[in-house]
Structure formats: structure tokens, C-alpha cells
């Protein structure tokens, strides 16, 4: 059973940043879903497991970065430029590896318990 932990969520102003992180262990392509209250849960973002490819939702392009450090089993997710729209629950997301890219909450096996990020206006 594959656990995965997110951190990092929390309240910040529009334009701030924020990092999130997701500890996981073993060899997986991780995704960055997140969802809003009344809305589905939407893809943001990708990380094959070697970090050689990534691929982002349109409104990330440019402001997100997501990146994995294997040696310390964490994927991050620095956020930059954060608007209201960004505000929701942030989950990390664990695949096995194999056809890339995968943008679909069906296509990961694995789920953190999310994490909350909050932007002011």
C-alpha cells in the first residue's frame, strides 16, 4: 500500500507563493490534482518518476513549478503568482509508471489526504 503524505498548504496573500510537498516512497509518476469546493477534483500538474518530463494544466503554465526529489522520496509544488482562483484543496497523486502524459484523476492509483491552500484577496 502506497502512502502518500502532502504538506505545505496554508493562507497567503494574492501574488505570494507557496510550496507544497508530497513524501512518497518507491518508483511512481506523481500528479497535483486539486479541487474547489462544488467542482470536481482538475489535473495541475506531472512528474514522470525519473523527473524527465513534466506537463501542466494551462492556468499552472509559467507560475507553477513541479519537481521530485527521489533521493528524499518528495515531489514538490512551488507555487508563485497564487490568485483567488487557486484557492482549494491540493492532493498529490501516485501512479505506476508507464504511458505518459496522464491528466486524468482515474489514470493515478494512489491519493494523499489533500491539503488546503487559501488565498486572500
Known amino acids: 500500500q502506497v502512502q502518500l503524505a502532502e504538506s505545505g498548504g496554508g493562507l497567503v496573500q494574492a501574488g505570494g507563493s507557496l510550496r507544497l510537498s508530497c513524501a512518497v516512497s518507491?518508483?511512481?509518476?506523481m500528479g497535483w490534482f486539486r479541487q474547489a469546493p462544488g467542482k470536481e477534483r482538475d489535473f495541475v500538474a506531472g512528474?514522470?518518476?525519473?523527473?524527465?518530463?513534466?506537463v501542466y494544466e494551462d492556468s499552472a503554465k509559467g507560475r507553477f513549478t513541479i519537481s521530485r526529489n527521489n533521493a528524499k522520496n518528495t515531489v514538490y509544488l512551488q507555487m508563485n503568482s497564487l490568485k483567488p482562483e487557486d484557492m482549494a484543496v491540493y492532493y498529490c497523486?501516485?501512479?505506476?509508471?508507464?504511458?505518459?502524459?496522464?491528466?486524468?484523476?482515474?489514470?493515478?492509483?494512489?491519493w494523499g489526504q489533500g491539503t488546503q491552500v487559501t488565498v486572500s484577496s
Open positions: 512528474i514522470m518518476w525519473s523527473g524527465g518530463s513534466t
Open positions: 518507491g518508483r511512481y509518476d
Open positions: 497523486a501516485a501512479k505506476l509508471p508507464g504511458s505518459w502524459p496522464k491528466r486524468m484523476s482515474s489514470e493515478y492509483e494512489y
